[in-house]
């Protein structure tokens, strides 16, 4: 469970988040909204302890993260998988080693069980036809490269898992792939999953629930249907430039 408590937090004079609440359950689907620079990403940093708040606690688990001491953080962020906008892979290692690399540093070392959980989770997000363990990243194509990133955060057994743009800069098709898969993961695992996004049809595909942050505050919190039928104007004219 994460509890987000009257967060505040500033850079110099420029006032990103104002007061924000949130509460969510384990189990939930969340897609977070909003235009560009709103503080979504600076958002997701607080939950992992990358950004304190100014005032205001996040609580992950009931651990709270400004208190909490640098082998809790480590420990919690274990339990935490991240899919970044870019996939963020290293270039200079393999696909096996990208995937395996969170558990590699964990201390497992037993080559045989690496590289069967590298494979297993490369079935897990498509790409099991192929073997692709001793591919570079350099060779695989964007949607590729996402369900390797998506393969490495699995590799850790996430209880929680954030998505960055999940589908930005991908075809339509290969978006809808994408979203099919988080969905059936989030599903088979019981994730509990935020997912930033631009894209409505991701969120109406994904998402449980959405929130809208605007101006630093949570301007919507509600199903995505709640949403599409809102009649507030600020939400009205924030959907009709997002659905383009
Ligand atoms: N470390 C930092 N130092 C100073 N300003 C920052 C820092 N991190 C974020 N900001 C500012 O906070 C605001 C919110 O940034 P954030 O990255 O959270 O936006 P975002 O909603 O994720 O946008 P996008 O959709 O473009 O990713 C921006 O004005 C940004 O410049
Ligand atoms: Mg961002």
Same mark, same amino acid.
């Given at each position: 469970?994460?509890?987000?408590?009257?967060?505040?937090?500033? *850079?110099?004079?420029?006032?990103?988040?104002?007061?924000?609440?949130? &509460?969510?359950?384990?189990?939930?689907? #969340? +897609?977070?909204?909003? /235009? %560009?620079?709103?503080?979504?990403?600076?958002?997701?940093?607080?939950?992992?302890?990358?950004?304190?708040? !100014?005032?205001?606690?996040?609580?992950?688990?009931?651990?709270?993260?400004?208190?909490?001491?640098?082998?809790? $953080? =480590? +420990?919690?962020?274990?339990?935490?998988?991240?899919?970044?906008?870019?996939?963020?892979?290293?270039?200079?290692?393999?696909?096996?080693?990208?995937?395996?690399?969170?558990?590699?540093?964990?201390?497992?070392?037993?080559? #045989?069980?690496?590289?069967?959980?590298? &494979? /297993?989770?490369?079935?897990?997000?498509?790409?099991?036809?192929?073997?692709?363990?001793?591919?570079?990243? %350099?060779?695989?194509?964007?949607?590729?490269?996402?369900?390797?990133?998506?393969?490495?955060?699995?590799?850790?057994?996430?209880? =929680?898992?954030? =998505? !960055?743009?999940?589908?930005?800069? $991908?075809?339509?098709?290969?978006?809808?792939?994408?979203? =099919?898969?988080? $969905? %059936?993961?989030?599903? %088979? *695992?019981?994730?509990?999953?935020?997912?930033?996004?631009?894209?409505?049809?991701?969120?109406?595909?994904? +998402?449980?629930?959405?929130?809208?942050?605007?101006?630093?505050?949570?301007?919507?919190?509600?199903?995505?249907?709640?949403?599409?039928?809102?009649?507030?104007? &600020?939400?009205?004219?924030?959907?009709?430039?997002?659905?383009?």
């Amino acid at each position: 469970m994460i509890e987000i408590r009257n967060l505040k937090k500033s *850079f110099d004079d420029n006032e990103v988040l104002r007061g924000v609440d949130i &509460t969510i359950h384990d189990g939930e689907t #969340v +897609a977070i909204i909003g /235009e %560009s620079g709103c503080g979504k990403s600076v958002l997701l940093k607080h939950i992992i302890g990358l950004l304190q708040p !100014d005032s205001g606690t996040v609580k992950v688990d009931g651990i709270l993260i400004a208190d909490a001491k640098e082998d809790v $953080l =480590y +420990a919690l962020r274990r339990r935490i998988g991240f899919l970044f906008q870019s996939a963020a892979l290293f270039d200079s290692m393999t696909v096996y080693e990208n995937i395996v690399l969170g558990l590699w540093e964990a201390g497992e070392r037993d080559e #045989v069980k690496l590289r069967q959980i590298a &494979t /297993e989770k490369l079935g897990l997000v498509g790409l099991g036809a192929r073997s692709l363990l001793d591919f570079k990243p %350099s060779s695989l194509s964007g949607g590729m490269k996402k369900r390797v990133g998506l393969a490495r955060a699995l590799a850790m057994q996430p209880q =929680y898992m954030f =998505y !960055d743009e999940p589908t930005t800069g $991908l075809d339509p098709v290969t978006s809808d792939q994408i979203d =099919y898969l988080i $969905l %059936s993961l989030t599903e %088979s *695992f019981s994730t509990t999953s935020l997912i930033i996004t631009h894209d409505l049809f991701t969120v109406k595909r994904i +998402a449980k629930r959405v929130i809208y942050l605007n101006k630093g505050l949570i301007f919507f919190d509600g199903t995505p249907k709640e949403l599409e039928q809102s009649t507030d104007k &600020t939400v009205v004219q924030f959907i009709e430039r997002f659905v383009k």
